[in-house]
């Protein structure tokens, strides 16, 4: 079966337990000519998953409620194909499969009337193939107020510990009391070890699974931080090991960031500085494994870089600020850092021309860098869980604040709709031109 069947008919995908009966009546009504429509029976959500990236035309997509792994990434895989999607709901699973993007429920003692009904009203049949099915909002693009800053580096620049310096200023001042979350997005995540985490769970993958097949509430989402005390910020633990970036789900991610911001006024984010994607490499486990991070850059208003002003410490610097600019991040949205650095003077001077001089062919409107000074026995101020001092926290934090005041939110974290392809745009091989 390929998907194609005759003109004015649906070609419907099917998902449903053995035994459910509204999947053997479909089966029977199919087969049986009751209703016009084609009936492909699947085995699986992979099964599922593989014919809609096929290239295969379908109408619909009927998949029962019951089902492990149905979630919002699936949803969004047959509506990026303009597949609509209707779940048969017996009523066990309290969850809103609307907000999840299907286009809509169906109770599981469904009649033939009432399938072909919402066929009609919502499915495509094959002859107008290139309309697109109706689409309806997710609680991806809900409305939100919070703004998000990422903090990266390359390793022992100091990331980590400026992303915790940002938080607790942020924190300290009245109008985002309660309301700033410091996330740890790095694959090889500190931040549980800085801030003496006892219990390291529950934590990032816990918070992203909540996303896969609902919209967990502010309340909920207060259960699932840790509360950092005289800090003043939330503390969002991340992976528990490396390896666990391969449970992330690309959608159930960006849900995540989007509901976070939602229940927050200001999210800091500790990453790291690994951006490539399948068209850079050309690999998609590349991208995969770079999520977090890619996902995070994509909805910051402002991008902290820090490096250090020594040789090595300049290098790194200029490394992460061209990956930021190649990836797309605006020069105005950027802020370099230069961590661990000594007195004002001639050093800071020579530091500020050189970075200048090497980030030319990179771009020439960089902001300047931010100097943060060295502080003794910072170490054993992190160990005891006491506030950082204020030599660290006032110069990064008043350099976001005037960068975050200087750029527009970024507003547009709604879900990316279909765009229909006309024929013709998309070019030919030079060997087909005799066929043209």
């Given amino acids: 079966m390929n998907g194609v ?14 035994r459910a009966p509204w999947f053997r009546d479909v089966g029977r009504w199919a087969t049986g000519a009751a209703v016009p429509m084609d009936f492909v029976r699947c085995v699986s959500l992979d099964e599922v ?3 809609l990236d096929d290239g295969s035309v379908y109408s619909a997509l009927l998949v029962d409620s019951s089902m492990l792994g149905l979630d919002r990434d699936l949803l969004d895989q047959a509506r990026t194909v303009g597949v609509a999607t ?4 017996d009523g066990r699973h309290q969850r809103d499969w609307i907000a999840l993007g299907a286009t809509g429920v169906l109770p599981s003692d469904l009649g033939r009337g009432e399938l072909m009904d919402q066929l009609e009203r919502h499915g495509r049949s094959i002859e107008r193939a290139a309309g697109v099915g109706t689409s309806h909002p997710s609680a991806d693009g809900a409305p939100w107020s919070g703004r998000l800053v990422a903090v990266t580096g390359d390793p022992g620049a100091g990331a980590s510990t400026m992303a915790m310096a940002l938080a607790q200023g942020l924190a300290d001042d009245a109008r985002n009391r309660g309301s700033v979350l410091l996330a740890d997005f790095a694959l090889r995540a500190d931040q549980a070890m ?3 985490a006892r219990d390291i769970v529950p934590g ?11 919209v967990p509430s502010p309340t909920e989402l207060r259960r699932l931080v840790f509360d950092t005390g005289e800090r003043g910020y939330h503390l969002l633990l991340g992976l528990r ?3 666990d970036w391969a449970v992330l789900r690309p959608r159930a991610v960006d849900a995540t960031v989007a509901n976070l911001l939602a229940g927050y006024r200001r999210i800091v984010v500790d990453l790291e500085a690994d951006l490539e994607g399948h068209d850079e490499v050309g690999a998609i486990e590349v991208e995969e494994r770079n999520l977090l991070a890619r996902c995070a850059i994509a909805h910051a208003d402002v991008v902290v870089a820090v490096g250090t002003p020594d040789l090595k410490g300049l290098h790194g610097l200029l490394r992460v600020l061209a990956e930021l600019v190649g990836h797309g991040v605006e020069p105005d949205r950027i802020v370099p850092l230069c961590n661990k650095a000594g007195r004002p003077g001639r050093q800071r001077s020579e530091t500020t021309a050189a970075l200048a001089e090497l980030t030319a062919p990179v771009s020439t409107d960089l902001r300047a860098p931010v100097y943060v000074p060295l502080r003794r026995r910072l170490e054993s101020m992190i160990r005891d869980g006491v506030r950082l001092p204020e030599q660290l926290v006032t110069p990064v934090c008043a350099a976001v604040l005037a960068a975050l005041d200087q750029t527009a939110p970024r507003a547009d974290l709604t879900p990316r709709e279909s765009v229909a392809v006309v024929p013709g745009t998309l070019g030919f091989y030079p060997d087909d031109e005799e066929d043209r």
């Fill in 5 to 18: 069947g005759p003109s004015g008919r649906h070609v419907v995908l099917g998902l449903g337990g053995p």
């Fill in 49 to 51: 998953s593989a014919r």
């Fill in 86 to 89: 209707f779940v048969v709901d």
């Fill in 194 to 196: 800085y801030h003496d």
């Fill in 204 to 214: 990032l993958q816990e918070i992203v699974d909540a996303h896969r097949t609902g």
């Fill in 241 to 243: 090991r490396h390896r």
